[in-house]
């Protein structure tokens, strides 16, 4: 049995290997083979939400962006002058 996950590798549940999608991998390989045969692997685990303190870390995070964007454009505006 296989799980998908957020990423492009691919777990072997019997031993938790992470399997990279390249062909020349023979896990890989072996993974194609079993979804060939009908295997479906398991979905992948949802993320977990983000907490309050992560939340706001990224409203602060994009108002600063915002800031500093505007800066920029007004730099380059008295350069142009």
């Known amino acids: 049995m296989y799980q ?7 777990i072997r549940l019997s031993d938790m290997a992470c399997i990279p999608p390249d062909p020349r991998n023979i896990d ?13 692997p398991e979905p ?18 994009a108002k600063e962006k915002e800031i500093l964007r505007s800066m920029a454009i007004v730099e380059l505006a008295a350069e142009a002058k």
């Open 4 to 10: 998908l996950t957020q990423y492009e590798t691919i």
């Open 28 to 40: 890989y390989a072996k993974y194609l083979k079993w979804v060939e045969k009908g295997g479906t």
């Open 44 to 61: 992948a685990d949802k993320p977990p939400e983000p907490t309050e303190e992560q939340l706001y870390e990224a409203e602060i995070r």
